[in-house]
Every structure is written in structure tokens, then in C-alpha cells.
């Protein structure tokens, strides 16, 4: 089952998710009670987090799936998508889990063994960008901008000290996110150079406003039976990018939410951008300029289309 949120942005609604149109669910869950003459649960919160697992929405959308031209349902053209998690508490991401990535960076990829994952955050209020919105170019560092497509992990229970065996219990769903990237940000050019110059200039090279596009929807956990086995694709302009796949991950799902909440408490709503695969422009020197679009494609999920604004 695939949910996502859609607008007005004012009254946002939970809807279901279908690769060429969306249906409110509260208009499929009225449109299923009167098909087969009893009541289905209606309801109307635009939350996905428990809608994720419920039952009978799951009937619901696979009743959907068969049905010819449902009632209720919005051409995704003129859908206005939201980011499925508005305001997740905390957004991880992951830098170098796929060995391809850290090798076209000119680094040296360590087996997993002998390493452990880089994890760092980016402030989700104003990263968090919605489907079709654009990222905008930052005014004071427009140049070196790039993509990076990845997995998201939306939280579905609160966890702490899993163990990987188990941590995929904790997760309510996936969807696509765009870490964007500014490769080259470098603050006071008169500055005296100080040993962490370089970490610092690049995690900071993460933080910009829209950097941080997620979508277009979420899919339930139940309906991936192994989060290591998705294709991702990122095109810009409609040229090939990234092809890859997340059984490239040096650290896989169950592994991150392992070792994250060893440190942190896991709450629902948090999101988990797992690390991108190989194809990213700061390999060639080719960075997103305005009128560019990216279309970021995970299988089982859907299409994330973001673009590119001054």
C-alpha cells in the first residue's frame, strides 16, 4: 500500500498513492463501505504514520487497485503532493554507505567490519521540500549545487538499542528522498585555516533551505520485503545520472537503525536517508543550474520530481 499527503497545505488530506492518479482516503473508505455494504473505518487525519498499518485500509487500497476510474480520484498532475512526514522530530542522513559513491570521491570504501556508519542530521523544518517544488539555488553559493538519491526509512515505533535482527519491525514505511548537496560552500574566504575546516565546509554544504526534497509518497513496510533488493534511478533533464541499487549499501537498513539508536531514541515520524549510490555531479563537475529537473525514481515507490529555481 502506498499512502501520501495531499493539499491545499491549509487542510491536507491522507490519500492513497497510484503511479498515474491519488484518491482521498477518506473518499475511497466511503466510496468501499457502500460497494460491499458494510462500514470501513474513515479516517481523517492527514497522518500517515497509523494508517500505514492498518488492516482494513490495506483492503481498501488493494480494492482500489481493481477497481476501474474509483470515485474520488485526482489525476497526479493535478494532485498537490505534500511531504509525507511534515514534521518529523529528527532527519538523519548517511554519508558513504555505498563503496561505488566513496570511490568516485577519490576515498578508499573500508569493509564494513572495520568501519561504522557517518551519520549527521539536516534540520528537517527547512529542508524538507514537497514534490514539485523546487530546491532554489542558495544567493551567497549557487554554483557546485548536486544530487544525491537515496531511501528514506520513516519510523514507525519507538525504538531504542535494537538489534539489527529486529530493527525492521520499527519501520512503518519507505520514500524517496534528494539529499542536495552544495559541494563547494566555503564561509569567509579571508578565514585562518583550522584543522576541521573541511568537515565543517562540507556538512554545512548540506544545510540550505529545500535541500532536502521527500517523496512523493510513502510505501508500507509490509509491501517491501527486502529494502536491499530496490532499484534507484536519478535522471536531471531526463539524462541517467545514478543508477544503482540499495543492495550496494556497505551498512543496510536494519543495520543503521542499529547503530543510531544505540545513541539516539527512534520516535515515530523520524526519517532515515540511507546514503546514495555512485552518479553524482561532483564526480564530472556538472551541478544543477536553474530550469534543470530531477526525477528521482525508487522501485516499489514511485517517482520524486524536483526543480531547480534560482
Known amino acids: 500500500m502506498r499512502l501520501c499527503r495531499i493539499g491545499p497545505e491549509a487542510a491536507p488530506r491522507a490519500a ?20 460491499r455494504g458494510t462500514s470501513v473505518r474513515i479516517p481523517t487525519k492527514d497522518d500517515l504514520l ?32 505534500l511531504v509525507p512526514v511534515p514534521k518529523p522530530n529528527k532527519l538523519f542522513c548517511l554519508a558513504g554507505n555505498y563503496a561505488e559513491h566513496i570511490k ?7 569493509e564494513r567490519a572495520q568501519t561504522f556508519p557517518y551519520v549527521f542530521m539536516k534540520p528537517p523544518s527547512t529542508t524538507l521540500t514537497h514534490p514539485n517544488r523546487p530546491v532554489v539555488l542558495p544567493v551567497e553559493a549557487p554554483d557546485a549545487v548536486d544530487w544525491e538519491l537515496e531511501l528514506g526509512v520513516i519510523i514507525g515505533k519507538k525504538c531504542k538499542n535494537v538489534s539489527e535482527a529486529n530493527a525492521l ?8 528522498v534528494n539529499d542536495i548537496s552544495q559541494r ?12 576541521k575546516d573541511v568537515f565543517f565546509d562540507w556538512l554545512h554544504g548540506k544545510w540550505f533551505d529545500t535541500f532536502c526534497p521527500c517523496g512523493p509518497c510513502v510505501v508500507s513496510a509490509d509491501a517491501v520485503k527486502d529494502p536491499q533488493s530496490l532499484t534507484l534511478e536519478l535522471t536531471v533533464n531526463g539524462d541517467v545520472k545514478q543508477k544503482g541499487s540499495t ?15 544505540k545513541m ?7 526519517i532515515i536517508s540511507t546514503g546514495t549510490p555512485a552518479g553524482v555531479g561532483s564526480t564530472t563537475g556538472t551541478f544543477l543550474k536553474a530550469g534543470d529537473k530531477m526525477h528521482g525514481t525508487i522501485s516499489g515507490i514511485g517517482t520524486l520530481t524536483t526543480p531547480v529555481v534560482d
Do not use: C
Request: cysteine-free; charged content about 15%.
Open 16 to 35: 492513497f498513492y497510484f503511479d498515474t492518479f491519488v484518491v482521498p482516503v477518506a473518499t475511497a473508505a466511503v466510496a468501499h463501505s457502500q460497494a
Open 50 to 81: 497509523p494508517l500505514l498499518g492498518d488492516v482494513g485500509l490495506h483492503e481498501t487500497a488493494n480494492w482500489l487497485a481493481n477497481t476501474p476510474n474509483p470515485q474520488g480520484a485526482i489525476p497526479i498532475a493535478q494532485a498537490e503532493l
Open 184 to 195: 563547494r560552500y566555503r564561509p569567509n574566504p579571508n578565514r585562518v585555516k583550522r584543522e
Open 264 to 270: 539516539v531514541t527512534l520516535e515515530p515520524g523520524d
Open 104 to 110: 568516485e570521491g577519490g576515498g578508499v570504501p573500508a
Open 169 to 176: 519491525k520499527y519501520v512503518a514505511g519507505y520514500t524517496i
Open 247 to 261: 543492495a550496494q549499501m556497505i551498512f543496510p537498513v536494519a543495520a543503521i537503525i542499529e547503530f543510531i539508536s
